[in-house]
C-alpha cells in the first residue's frame, strides 16, 4: 500500500520560472493538504482540496500560488514567476473521506529558487 | 486563529532517560491534537494523537497527555533510544470544521549514548 506520493523531490527554480509540483495521495483518499516548511520551522498550511474542489485556501498566497485536484490525476501545486522568498520544502498530505484525520504526509518537494 | 506554542526547541537527554516536550495551544475549539516525528529528509510521521474527549493515551514508550482547562498538551517519551533522536511536532486541529493541522515549531530532540 503505497504512501503518500510526491515529485519530483528536488526542483530548482530560476527567479521568474513555474514550479508545478504533484502529490498523488494514497489509495482510497480523496482529501489531500497542501504545507508549507521554512528551514527550522514548522509546517504551515496552505491549501485544502477534494477531488475538483478547493474547500480551504485561507493559507495561499493571494498572488502567484494555485491548486488543483482534478478527477483524474495528481492534485498541483503551482508557483507562477517564482521569487527566492518561495524557496522551501512542501508537503502534501491525504487522507480518506470518511475520516479528514490523522493526515499522511508525502516526503516532500523541495524547492531551491536560484 | 489558532496558535501552536512549543517548547522546549531542542532538548538533549541521556539515552534510556525521558523525553518531555510541551505545548500549548489557543482556540479552546481544538478538538484533535497529533504527534508527528520528522526525520531528515523526510515528511512528518504521525506518532501518536489524541482527541479532546481524553486525558491521557499511551502507545508503548509513547505517551500523550491533555489538558483541555490550560489548554496544554505534552508528549512523553519513556526509556529514550537513538532512534529516536529527529524533530517533534505537536499541532492541534478542529475536527469537522476545517481541518486543518496548525503545528508548532518543533523540538530537535538528541539522544545522548
Known amino acids: 500500500n503505497a504512501g503518500v506520493m510526491q515529485n519530483p523531490r528536488h526542483l530548482v527554480r530560476r527567479r521568474g520560472q513555474e514550479a508545478r509540483l504533484r502529490c498523488s495521495p494514497m489509495?482510497?483518499?480523496?482529501?489531500v493538504y497542501w504545507y508549507r516548511q521554512l528551514p527550522e520551522e514548522g509546517l504551515k498550511f496552505m491549501v485544502y482540496?477534494?477531488?475538483?474542489?478547493?474547500?480551504?485556501e485561507s493559507g495561499m498566497p493571494k498572488e502567484r500560488f494555485s491548486a488543483e485536484f482534478p478527477k483524474e490525476g495528481p492534485s498541483i501545486l503551482r508557483i507562477q514567476q517564482v521569487v527566492r522568498g518561495d524557496s522551501a520544502a512542501y508537503f502534501c498530505?491525504?487522507?480518506?473521506?470518511?475520516?479528514?484525520?490523522?493526515?499522511?504526509f508525502g516526503d516532500g518537494t523541495r524547492l531551491s529558487i536560484l | 486563529g489558532e496558535n501552536v506554542e512549543q517548547h522546549p526547541s531542542t532538548l538533549s537527554v541521556q539515552e534510556g532517560d525521558s523525553a518531555v516536550i510541551k505545548c500549548t495551544y489557543s482556540?479552546?475549539?481544538?478538538?484533535?491534537f497529533p504527534w508527528y516525528k520528522q526525520e531528515l529528509g523526510k515528511g512528518p510521521q504521525l506518532i501518536i494523537d489524541?482527541?479532546?474527549?481524553?486525558g491521557e493515551k499511551k502507545d508503548q514508550r509513547i505517551a500523550v497527555t491533555l489538558n483541555k482547562t490550560a489548554k496544554h498538551f505534552s508528549l512523553h517519551i519513556t526509556e529514550t533510544q537513538p532512534e529516536d533522536s529527529a524533530v517533534y511536532f505537536c499541532?492541534?486541529?478542529?475536527?469537522?470544521?476545517?481541518?486543518?493541522?496548525?503545528f508548532g515549531k518543533g523540538t530537535r530532540l538528541h539522544i545522548l549514548p
Open positions: 482540496l477534494q477531488k475538483e474542489n478547493i474547500i480551504d
Open positions: 489509495k482510497g483518499h480523496s482529501h
Open positions: 498530505a491525504s487522507s480518506p473521506i470518511q475520516d479528514p484525520q490523522p493526515q499522511h
Open positions: 489524541i482527541r479532546s474527549n481524553v
Open positions: 482556540d479552546s475549539a481544538s478538538n484533535y
Open positions: 499541532a492541534a486541529s478542529i475536527r469537522g470544521r476545517d481541518d486543518k493541522i496548525i
